[in-house]
């Protein structure tokens, strides 16, 4: 399964101006639509662009981030609410050119992504992802709403009058 996310260029840079901001780990949360393909690919098309500040945060380090509970409890009843799709992003501020997810990353996105899934109606469609963020470097992970298997992201897009492809690291 491809999972895609596609946001215009005002949410990427409200992004990467936010996680950019500290030498510590920040986050943000988008939340988009989603799209099934018959082919069996997932298309997260993102509406909201939210950036959790310092003080949303219940840990923060420069190695390490965990957003505050009521925070993230907020975020999923929005999205089982309004049937949206969630994306969590945060950093990695020590990264430069390459940057990939911890160990600590894996773990936490196999379970809260499946989470997640499970805990979503089945209609409409939902998708979940997460990326992490370098300094000049991206990787993205996705997990297959049908057979809940974490894997690579297919591709991040940057939609508006140009449509520009982020290079995503590979694991």
């Known amino acids: ?12 840079a409200a992004v990467r101006e936010h996680l950019a ?4 780990e920040r986050m943000a949360y988008l ?9 069996g690919g ?23 981030v965990v957003p505050d509970p ?13 049937g949206l799709s969630l994306i969590d992003v945060h950093s990695h501020p020590f990264a430069t ?4 997810f911890s160990g600590r990353d894996m773990a936490n996105m196999a379970a809260t992504h499946r989470d997640f899934l499970n805990r979503m109606p089945a209609d409409p469609p939902v998708g979940v992802a997460s990326l992490v963020v370098g300094r000049r470097s991206v990787a993205g992970a996705a997990t297959d709403p ?12 940057v939609i508006g009058d140009q449509r520009t492809e982020v290079e995503l690291c590979q694991p």
């Open 21 to 24: 901001g500290s030498d510590q």
């Open 70 to 82: 009521a925070v993230t409890r907020e975020l999923l009843i929005a999205c089982y609410e309004t």
């Open 97 to 100: 050119d390459t940057v990939t």
């Open 1 to 12: 399964m491809a999972t895609s996310i596609r946001l215009g260029p005002a949410g990427w």
């Open 31 to 39: 939340l988009a639509r989603a799209t099934r393909w018959e082919t």
């Open 42 to 64: 997932v298309d997260l098309l993102v509406t909201r662009v939210i950036p959790v500040p310092d003080q949303g945060l219940s840990q923060q380090s420069p190695a390490h």
């Open 146 to 157: 049908a057979t809940l298997q974490l894997g690579p992201l297919a591709s991040l897009l």
